[in-house]
């Protein structure tokens, strides 16, 4: 069985950073992409980052260029999202998520419980 | 960017109907396109992939079509379990990035 762990969250101020884990099992973690999405209360879905099996390849929503950085450490089967510079506007739940075809890139068929974040002064 | 506008933004109806929700793209994007449930407190679920492929698991009332730049997710009879958000999802190539719609409330 497929499963995704995501943990981490916690309050930090603004300016403040934050790790997040996502610890994935039941699947051949190292052929698949797995990205981080986004909640903030009361809204939408939004893509973060993810971490594609191809080379060192890592694409970031324009909102955390800069700010976020996407690893995976294979041997722990482990996917982190290292977030710095934080603002309030990156409040949210943030949820790991495993992609559906492998290096696709397109959509996530497996997902963490979520991690909530907020950022307050 | 391709932008995903979603509609309605709610769908109020009653168990036993059919619910039809639409999703346009800003251009084309042939049909990569997915859809996900998502309920209180929980996380989203894939439905529909490639914009008419269902996940696995997903039950057979839930149908999706659509190519180029207007896509449709139909519940053919709703059940009391599909009350839920419903998103439309797509992934550009080049730079990659992915967007969601902005999701349509499905309640009774």
């Known amino acids: 069985e497929v499963q995704l762990l995501d943990s981490g969250g916690g309050v930090v101020h603004p300016g403040g950073s934050l790790r997040l884990s996502c610890v994935a099992s039941?699947?051949?973690?190292?052929?698949?992409?797995i990205s981080w999405v986004r909640q903030a209360p009361g809204k939408g879905l939004e893509w973060v980052a993810t971490s594609h099996v191809s080379g060192n390849n890592k694409y970031y929503a324009d909102s955390v260029k800069g700010r976020f950085t996407v690893s995976r450490d294979t041997s722990e089967n482990t996917i982190y999202l290292q977030m710095n510079s934080l603002r309030g506007e990156d409040s949210a739940i943030y949820y790991c998520a495993k992609e559906l075809v492998p290096g696709a890139f397109r959509y996530f068929d497996s997902w963490g419980q979520g991690t909530l974040v907020t950022v307050s002064s | 960017e391709i932008v995903l506008t979603q509609s309605p933004a709610t769908l109020s109806l009653s168990p036993g109907e059919r619910a039809t929700l639409s999703c346009r793209a800003s251009?084309?994007?042939?049909?990569?396109l997915g859809w996900y449930q998502q309920k209180p407190g929980q996380a989203p679920r894939l439905l529909i992939y490639d914009a008419s492929n269902r996940a696995t698991g997903i039950p057979a009332r839930f149908s999706g079509s659509g190519s180029g730049t207007d896509f449709t997710l139909t519940i053919s009879s709703l059940e009391a379990e599909d009350f839920a958000v419903y998103y439309c999802q797509q992934r550009t190539n080049w730079p990659a990035k992915l967007t969601f719609g902005g999701g349509t409330r499905v309640e009774i």
């Open positions: 039941g699947f051949s973690f190292g052929r698949f992409a």
């Open positions: 251009q084309s994007i042939s049909t990569y």
